[in-house]
């Protein structure tokens, strides 16, 4: 049979190496395993083709293609009209909604899951290039400390000798980064006292979380990344403190090893603000990083794990922490610190130096200053005066440290700040005498931290 | 935890004038002028240590304009 215009009522197959030509075929069943053209198909039933070539605009309904291991190909357009489902998880594609949804990792890149592509990183100076202050002090005790910007050295309880440096370092960063943080055992290197820890820690302004925060409610699902390594393989752990009136913590760990290493943790979403009652520019969190501590103190060491709990009576130190204290030169590196919405952590975003410069200068600002005038009278300070302007504009009122005159005449060596505002204040240095009048203060520094 | 040890603190503030300027103070061994706002970190520590009894303010500095 080589042409036929219409075909009905076969009740048997129609088979052999022979062409059949037809204009309307209606069947409720074909079966076909050869090479076979249609121009128009509308099938309503169940349709098995080895290889469907289809040239034309057709209908198919409930159409499953291939077994276990065949392959839809498409060699011009497709078009789905309704959501596209892909494998047995849950990354779709809706026209109608214009979204696609699921997508983890590109290009072993990962993706946020919510939030902002750009200026993610809650933390600033998280690469560790700024570092206005100075790059390395050693003989750190008590006192807090900021030697890199926005990140400081924290030390808690009563130690002994027993010190450490911290500084920026260069030679064997991780891949991407130019520096990285370095904290040294550098005294008299002796076990951890009862009821101690070192930190390395970063404030957080209340302005900078709203991203985290889901509206009044509460906070959002968060996660925090950073590369570290040490001499001292272990246990170490991290604290994230939520400020206000409800302050409250999180405490997790981490497997430390003598290479850098990507760690990851996600932060779960609580009922309780960052920051709750706090003005804007106040501090809604604090990250510590545990360098050394006492793991066996009732007081720091009993926090619950992995869970947020009430007011912090101190900070998790762990077994692998306590050693860092007793052993001489010991070092723990830290640097690509990232906090930011989703549960996903992203690569690092990496910012360029005078973005990160301008934004650290909203917490710390160096400053030169002079003045010139005549004083009528010994001990006046508005005679010469001087302006200094901050820009930008700093968190809070600075507290100011003036550095030494290096220049002037007709001084006592007083310098002092008056109407102090977060945009600048007035300075002036005391005259020793009347007559003319002239100062320069070397570096000084203005600072709004945490 | 955080530790700050303020060695000396005094107000300040210009002669004739009905409000301090600020507060000097030596906190770890360096001397510096602090204001007075509530979301400065070294005023509401100073203020915190006071409020404790552990730091008492010395008599105040007068400046002459």
Redesign the interface.
């Known amino acids: 049979m080589s042409r036929a215009s219409r075909l009905s009522g076969f009740t048997t197959a129609i088979s052999g190496d022979t062409d059949l030509n037809v204009g309307i075929v209606t069947a409720k069943q074909i079966n076909i395993d050869q090479s076979f053209t249609f121009t128009n198909i509308n099938v309503t039933g169940v349709a098995t083709a080895n290889n469907l070539n289809v040239t034309g605009v057709s209908t198919l309904s409930n159409v499953v293609v291939g077994g276990a291991t065949t392959e839809l190909v498409v060699t011009g357009d497709a078009r789905v009209t309704g959501i596209l489902t892909v494998g047995t998880s849950s990354l779709t594609l809706n026209g109608d909604s214009s979204t696609i949804t699921g997508i983890t990792t590109i290009n072993n890149i990962s993706i946020a899951s919510s939030g902002t592509y750009s200026n993610r990183n809650v933390f600033d100076n998280g690469a560790m290039k700024i570092a206005q202050r100075r790059t390395s002090e050693s003989g750190l005790s008590?006192?807090?400390k900021f030697i890199f910007d926005r990140w400081s050295y924290?030390?808690?309880g009563s130690w002994g000798s027993n010190s450490f440096t911290m500084s920026q370092e260069t030679v064997g960063a991780p891949p991407e980064f130019l520096f990285y943080m370095r904290v040294q055992q550098s005294g008299t290197a002796a076990a951890v006292p009862s009821d101690t820890?070192v930190?390395v820690s970063q404030g957080v302004e209340k302005s900078n979380m709203s991203t985290l925060s889901d509206g009044t409610t509460g906070t959002k699902e968060c996660v925090i990344s950073w590369y570290a390594r040490g001499s001292r393989p272990g246990t170490y752990s991290l604290c994230v403190v939520k400020r206000g009136d409800t302050s409250e913590s999180y405490t997790t760990t981490y497997s430390l090893t003598t290479d850098w290493q990507r760690f990851t943790k996600v932060i779960p979403a609580s009922l309780k603000q960052w920051g709750d009652t706090l003005?804007s520019?106040?501090k809604a969190m604090d990250v510590y990083f545990t360098v050394a501590g006492d793991g066996s103190s009732s007081g720091i060491g009993t926090d619950t794990l992995n869970s947020w709990t009430g007011v912090p009576v101190?900070?998790v130190a762990n077994t692998q922490e306590e050693s860092f204290a007793s052993t001489s030169s010991a070092t723990f590196d830290i640097t690509g610190i990232q906090l930011e919405l989703g549960n996903q952590a992203t690569p690092f975003e990496h910012l360029p130096h005078a973005i990160e410069l301008e934004r650290c200068r909203r917490y710390c600002q160096h400053f030169t200053c002079g003045g010139s005038g005549t004083a009528t009278?010994a001990?006046?300070?508005?005679s010469a005066q001087g302006t200094v302007n901050y820009t930008p504009e700093m968190?809070?009122?600075?507290?100011?440290?003036?550095g030494t005159i290096t220049s002037g005449t007709n001084n006592t060596g007083n310098i002092?700040?008056?109407?102090?505002r977060k945009t600048g204040h007035v300075c002036g240095a005391?005259a020793s005498s009347s007559g003319r009048q002239f100062w320069a203060v070397g570096l000084s520094t203005a600072s709004?931290?945490? | 935890m955080d530790e700050m040890n303020v060695s000396s603190a005094k107000y300040y503030k210009l002669e004739g004038a009905s409000e301090n300027e600020g507060i000097i103070a030596t906190i770890n061994g360096v001397e510096m002028q602090i204001p007075i706002s509530t979301g400065n970190s070294e005023y509401v520590e100073i203020m915190r240590q006071v409020d404790a009894g552990t730091l008492s303010f010395e008599e105040s500095v007068v400046f002459t304009p």
């Open positions: 008590n006192n807090a924290r030390r808690s820890a930190y003005t520019s106040g101190g900070l009278g001990n006046q300070t508005q968190r809070d009122v600075p507290t100011i440290t003036f002092s700040a008056f109407v102090p005391q709004a931290e945490f």
